[in-house]
């Protein structure tokens, strides 16, 4: 079946911010030294590198890798990953950093009691693991040094092609001219994506769902929304809006419209399919 390549015309710039993520957890770990094996004969260099050891317990840890997830969760909720990070829509870039704010607030309190209790983690640590104390005290860092690792912030611009050089090879192979055109590409393989992971997750071999199997599809829906100013979107938004409208006010879904259902999202999750659907529109 053939595909339809999706070229995004450089004007959709007027539409988007680009945001970067810039969100640095500390991993407790440290490089472990051939003195940590108090002399022991180690396979040489060239032969096996050593590994690393953890100094404090990763589970106190666990609570910022699921907030950075969050995050990226968030952006990719609503973007379509672009440059260094995501392209967003300017007319949601007030609620997108709202909800960044509410995660980065919640961060940095977890952080402060996180160096609140760092010592005593680090002594609980150590405890555990009583035979190994020694190499763990000498690889332990100071609570600055562990502050000053664990960032979350962001920046958020307007991205511009260079134009007025001297050289016209530096602004027409800035690369700009590529991250954009290919943004409905990057979109559409992003939507199949989800649409492959709701899949798995909410309809393959089901012959009833709940209403709980809508969520994700209006999620998806959402985004598109947002991005309907790229070329090919919004056939795919009728498409979904038209499926979601069928469907039953209460009860469960089943028969025909969760047939309905289902090939929608069978349709979502083959770009070929897809594109090919969209080229009949």
């Known amino acids: 079946m053939d595909t339809l390549t999706l070229i995004t015309p450089l004007h959709v710039l007027d539409r988007i911010l680009a945001l970067n993520l810039d969100i640095s957890l500390w991993s407790a770990r440290t490089k472990l030294t051939e003195e940590d094996f108090g002399g022991a004969e180690l396979p040489p260099e060239d032969l096996a590198s050593l590994g690393s050891k953890k100094i404090c317990d990763p589970a106190r840890l666990t609570v910022f890798s699921k907030l950075k997830a969050r ?83 962001w920046q958020l611009y ?61 999620t998806m829906r959402d985004k598109l ?13 009728e498409l979904l809006e038209t499926a979601l409208a069928k469907m039953p006010k209460r009860g469960s879904i089943t028969g025909a419209h969760l047939l309905m259902l289902q090939g929608m999202v069978c349709i979502s999750r083959n770009r070929g399919r897809c594109f090919h659907k969209l080229k009949r529109l």
Request: aromatic share 8%; glycine share 8%.
């Open 71 to 153: 995050a990226v969760n968030l952006l990719n909720r609503h973007g379509v990953k672009f440059l260094s990070g995501w392209a967003i829509p300017e007319d949601k870039a007030g609620d997108i950093i709202n909800g960044l704010c509410a995660i980065r607030d919640e961060f940095f309190m977890e952080k402060r009691n996180f160096l609140a209790c760092y010592d005593e983690g680090i002594a609980e640590w150590i405890a555990r693991h009583p035979a190994w104390a020694s190499i763990i005290q000498n690889s332990t860092v100071s609570r600055d040094y562990v502050d000053n690792r664990m960032k979350f912030a």
């Open 225 to 237: 929304v947002g991005l309907s100013f790229v070329e090919h979107v919004v056939p795919v938004i």
């Open 158 to 218: 307007r991205v511009a092609p260079a134009a007025g050089l001297d050289d016209d090879t530096a602004m027409t192979e800035s690369g700009l001219h590529d991250e954009v055109e290919n943004l409905g590409n990057t979109l559409f393989g992003e939507i199949a994506r989800d649409a492959s992971e709701i899949w798995r997750k909410v309809f393959e071999g089901k012959t009833e769902v709940t209403h709980k199997a809508l969520s994700p599809l209006k």
